[in-house]
C-alpha cells in the first residue's frame, strides 16, 4: 500500500479550515469579486464560462452529490415526523 502523502493525512482538517475561511469572509469575498466585475465586465463572462463548464465535466458528480444530500434530509425529515407522531399518539 502506498505510504499516505500529507495532503492525504491532512484532507478533512484542510477542508473544515477552508469552510470556516469562506464563512468568515463571504462577505469580503463578494464585495471583492463585486469590484473586479464591475471594473472589467469581462471577469463575468469568464466565472460563468468557467462555472458552466465546470459543471458540463463534473456534473455526474454533483448530482449523484446532490441526491445523497437530499436523501439525508429526506430520511431526517421523515425520522422527526416518525418521532413527533410517536408523542401525539403517546398523549
Known sequence: MPE???YDRNKVARCKYQR?????NK???NRKRQIDEAVDPEKIERRLAYNRAYYL???AR???RRAVRYQKIKE????????E???????
Not at 470556516?20 to 468568515?24: E, S
Not at 431526517?76 to 418521532?83: G, L, M, S, V
Not at 407522531?85 to 398523549?91: D, M, P, S, T
Open 85 to 91: 407522531n410517536k408523542i401525539v399518539e403517546q398523549a
Open 27 to 29: 462577505d469580503r469575498i
Open 57 to 59: 465535466k463534473n456534473r
Open 76 to 83: 431526517e425529515r421523515e425520522r422527526k415526523e416518525a418521532e
Open 4 to 6: 499516505e502523502t500529507y
Open 20 to 24: 470556516d475561511y469562506y464563512k468568515k
Open 62 to 64: 454533483l448530482l449523484k
